[in-house]
């Protein structure tokens, strides 16, 4: 109705016969004329607009209000390894990692019902196979008060998300080591008090674990000055 015309965005999904012959299609719109009108209104009002988000050294894209990408910059490009139009009628929902995708999908909502949502993180799927990590900020794009949009900005955290991966590890491989070992290993604090302990300790000196929470380490020693004459060699070095 009405003269004023509208924009869609049009798919078609063909279905075919026995032989592979098309026989129909069924075609799905969704009118976009707000976002539409939303891009425009920014490239008048703001005319360096696209080229700012362009040159900015963080990933910047928007999207429409069901997650869908509308425009990313060369950033974003060059960090995914996937080409501009690979973005085309791709959603944020498709490129997370399936164990994410529903906490993703919760703030993204909150996002389109005008909430602050703080930064958060997720990772996927880059085009060279490999796994990335990012954090990434999200804004509602609004239009005389109504939400039409989202404006998201986004900071690859891979090499810190590799390190506390190596770390934990490092420690997992630590903690086996330590809890295998034959040998009674103990940890102490700068007092002394024992802070662990492992399994060989306990059988060694017949403590539980509960017991050696609040036991110094010159306890364990039958001649403490031995214990002493140690301690002042650790520290020396």
Known sequence: PGHEPRCYRVSYSPYFNANGQATHAVVASQDI?????????????EPGFKSILKNMHYGVFTFDTEGRFTYVNDVVVKRSGYPR???????????????????????????????QVSPYEFSYKRAADDIAWAQIGTTPIK???????????????????????????????????????????????????????????????????????????????????????????????
Request: glycine residues 6%; aromatic residues 8%; negative net charge.
């Open 85 to 115: 139009e690979w973005y085309k009628d791709k959603s944020l929902f498709d490129i997370v990692r399936p164990q994410q995708r529903e906490i993703v999908k919760e703030h993204f909502s909150a996002t389109v019902r005008g909430e």
């Open 143 to 237: 239009k005389e008060g109504r939400v039409v949009g989202v404006l998201g900005v986004i900071m690859d955290i891979t090499k810190r998300a590799q390190s506390e991966e190596a770390l934990k590890e490092s420690e997992k491989k630590y903690r086996t080591l330590f809890e295998d070992s034959r040998d009674g290993i103990f940890i102490t604090d700068k007092t002394g008090i024992l802070t662990d302990v492992n399994q060989s300790f306990l059988n060694l000196f017949g403590y539980t674990k509960e017991e050696t929470k609040k036991l110094r380490a010159i306890d364990t020693y039958v001649n403490r000055d031995e214990c002493i004459t140690y301690i002042k060699k650790v520290q020396e070095q």
């Open 33 to 45: 004329t707000d976002l539409k009108k939303e891009e425009e209104s920014l490239e008048k009002s």
